[in-house]
């Protein structure tokens, strides 16, 4: 029962195997540059986390440096304030004493 094939029937065979074929390899091509950039992207977004993490870590140290530069000027207040008011006991201090000596 096996039939044979003409030549015509056989080339139009191979002729849409091989338009299958291209098809296939076009596909398989644009699948090997949509995966090409797929891994490159996944390598871009490591390195990029890697680069967040970094200047987390620069921007942690950055707020330590300006807290001790902000805490300078309250120092510095905190110094002059308790000046004045050693200087302000030192008078009455003085005052009192020269008034008992006086009043002695």
Do not use: C, Y
């Not at 003409?6 to 398989?28: G, L, P, Q, S, Y």
């Not at 986390?49 to 942690?60: C, G, K, Y």
């Not at 110094?79 to 006991?89: D, E, F, H, M, W």
Request: no cysteine.
């Amino acid at each position: 029962m096996d039939s044979t094939i003409t030549r015509a029937e056989h080339n139009e065979f191979v002729k849409r195997m091989t338009d299958e074929h291209n098809r296939m390899n076009h596909r398989i091509n644009t699948l090997e540059g949509s995966n090409a950039q797929l891994q490159e992207l996944v390598s871009n977004v490591g390195k990029m986390a890697v680069n967040m993490e970094h200047m987390l870590d620069e921007q942690r140290a950055q707020s330590e440096r300006l807290e001790r530069l902000e805490a300078i000027p309250n120092q510095s207040w905190n110094t002059l304030k308790n000046s004045v008011l050693s200087a302000i006991g030192a008078v009455l201090g003085g005052a009192i004493i020269a008034a008992i000596i006086f009043f002695m």
